[in-house]
């Protein structure tokens, strides 16, 4: 497509409940990025995600959180037994590029509110 | 490790007037520089971006930034705002090398409040 796709835009959930965030990346794009945006805390990386190597999950805040990329492409996040605290706009970017030199296309992001 | 400062919460200027939103660095090695708007309720779109050569940058809707190694310093500027430009802006840095230390690290945002 031309542009990151991500689904849903918004997301209403109980506490406790499991939900899965969806990220469609630019078409060829070998690299793909998830971040948080809380309130007043900026970008907060999460995972990584480069063709088919090992994801970098160090930015992963708890094991309640996973991600996936099937086929080098679409990206789910997952959050299981979610809290309040995870309440946060998830954004996902992608890359053309392996190198750092090159833009990050964002998504418009899935606003998340635990309730 | 690298991480990325912006001082200012929130700017507020009045239409016309030039604005600075200030970003400091810090990283032990060569850097990337990027700038991101945020208007409400939509992702990230690049401004502009340092990756070597000229120090001056220019980028989209008039904006320039000035990278000064000495300072680390990364400073976003515009001569005459409008009231269009009001929105969050993120300043982030990266390394110019591969895999994880490609993630970008950003800081915390300023908010650009624009009024007539």
């Known amino acids: 497509g031309a542009g990151v796709s991500q689904s849903p835009s918004n997301k209403v959930t109980e506490k406790g409940k499991d939900v899965e965030l969806r990220c469609d990346p630019i078409?060829?794009?070998?690299?793909l990025y998830w971040y948080r945006q809380s309130l007043g805390q900026g970008l907060e990386f999460l995972i990584y995600?480069?063709?088919?190597?090992?994801?970098?999950k160090s930015g992963l805040p708890s094991d309640r959180f996973s991600a996936e990329r099937t086929g080098g492409s679409v990206s789910t996040l997952t959050i299981q037994r979610t809290q309040q605290e995870d309440s946060a706009v998830y954004l996902c970017?992608?890359?053309?590029?392996?190198?750092?030199?090159?833009?990050?296309?964002f998504g418009s992001g899935t606003r998340l509110t635990v309730v | 490790a690298q991480s990325v400062t912006q001082l200012d919460s929130q700017v507020p200027v009045f239409e016309e007037a030039p604005v600075e939103l200030r970003c400091n660095y810090s990283?032990?090695?060569?850097?990337?520089l990027f700038w991101y708007v945020q208007y409400p309720n939509q992702g990230l779109q690049l401004l502009l971006k340092?990756?070597?050569?000229?120090?001056l940058v220019k980028g989209i809707n008039g904006f320039e930034a000035e990278f000064n190694k000495s300072q680390t310093s990364f400073h976003l500027r515009k001569p005459s705002v409008h009231i269009s430009d009001t929105a969050e802006y993120f300043c982030?840095?990266?390394?110019?090398?591969?895999?994880?230390?490609?993630?970008?690290?950003f800081g915390t945002g300023t908010r650009l409040q624009v009024t007539l």
């Open positions: 970017a992608s890359r053309r590029s392996p190198s750092g030199g090159y833009g990050y296309t």
């Open positions: 078409s060829g794009h070998t690299a």
């Open positions: 995600f480069q063709g088919n190597s090992a994801p970098d």
């Open positions: 990283s032990s090695v060569s850097v990337y």
């Open positions: 340092y990756l070597s050569g000229s120090t």
């Open positions: 982030a840095v990266t390394n110019p090398t591969t895999g994880t230390a490609s993630k970008l690290t």
